[in-house]
């Protein structure tokens, strides 16, 4: 893994031309504290998904059914962040980037926070079950635009130069999300009993956004707009020109960057959904694992991941954004059978080192995608590009993959998914070697 650059003086904050550090500053922290805390949100949510949330919110006494429609409304998050996406995509490239930050972190953070005032099914019945089913549509619906906003306005305000590192910070809001929200339940199991855990220590986790949400409310409403949408719509005013109807529309009407990107994102999804996810089932149900020594190896495993983002955006700013993903793309590919090796080895430090290892490559993948993907369309539907790739894949790629896994394993053996893993990567080597380079592009082009 690259190592991360000692920052000093001159490289602490590098900003865009003509735009203040501590105008900068405010932008890196607002953006960064805001994916910290939508991936805190839906992290957590999984988590008392599975353990929690099914006997308090669904009816029946069936614990397997409730479990399954606990998870089901997991799911639905997923299916409601490409929908956010479209909404804010073409809200964003219209209204600009600023506007869309605040409001999609305002109704992610009120949407969590209310889920730890809800009346259970027991107190209010079928209601309390259909309020749990909307707010979790509000929060993948809000996520769907937030993480768009959040990168593109680093993406935007940043030095071209070190586009990369800069980006990648947002990015790597999911594995700190993760960690914290692993952290919460962690701490919050050990400090209660079962009972008081399940009967009012839950709502704690979700009540704690409402800290995060004034804080990072504070720092974004001291954001200045994208100086670079500015331009753009300056630039549109002076030439008089009608504004599409829909940068949506025409972005899907110039398909080329969406599928690239998509292809990209493809076997990343899948990677990270295998590494993180579906680990914990496999290794706890077909071996000796505990849960806890599982859920400890994926938050070590999380905490690599977020030093590979910011390893992979530095080193795609000296060597450029294709080698810079070329490199560990091949790299999971090759560790996806020696993965399954170690998990299968029935040794814990193995499956430390097979956990860790999938993810610090998949980080060091994921970290140069923030700038790549901004880079690959134009200011004017830029936020709508963003917002289709990131939010498109995570729907036909990152949700079906541990369910595609499971039922591999299940009917043809660890084989069929180490197959499914590599297969999906080579989609992304491909869409990459036939991309451009895009390091440096200039956002303030018109193309």
Known sequence: MPDLPIPDEAAVVKPAAGVSRSAFRRVLAGSTAGAVLEWYDFALYGILAATVLG????????????????LATQGLGFVARPIGGIVFGHLGDRLGRKPMLVVTFLLLGLSTSAIGLL???AQAGIGATISLVVLRLVQGFALGGEFGAAVLMVSEYGSPRRRGFWSAWPQAGAPLGTVLATGVVGLLTITLSSGQFAQWGWRIGFLLAVPLLIIGFWIRRRIDESPVFQQARARADSAAAERPRSSILETLAHPGPVLRGLGVRLGENVAFYVYTVFVVAYATTSFGYTKSDVLLAVTVGSLLQFAGMLAGG????????????LVPAAGLAVWAPLFFLMVQSDSLPLHYVGVGVGAALHGLLAGPEAAWIAELFPTERRFAGASLVFQGSSIIAGAPAPLIAVWLVKN????AVVLYLVATIAVTLVALLFSAETKGADFGSVR
């Not at 006997?55 to 606990?70: D, E, I, K, S, T």
């Not at 530095?314 to 993903?325: K, L």
């Not at 043809?412 to 084989?415: F, N, P, V």
């Open 119 to 121: 009346p259970t099914y």
């Open 314 to 325: 530095h080193w795609s700013d000296v060597v450029g954004r294709r080698i810079a993903m």
């Open 55 to 70: 006997p308090l919110f669904f009816p029946g006494g069936n614990a397997v059914a409730q479990l399954l429609l606990a």
């Open 412 to 415: 043809h053996g660890t084989t």
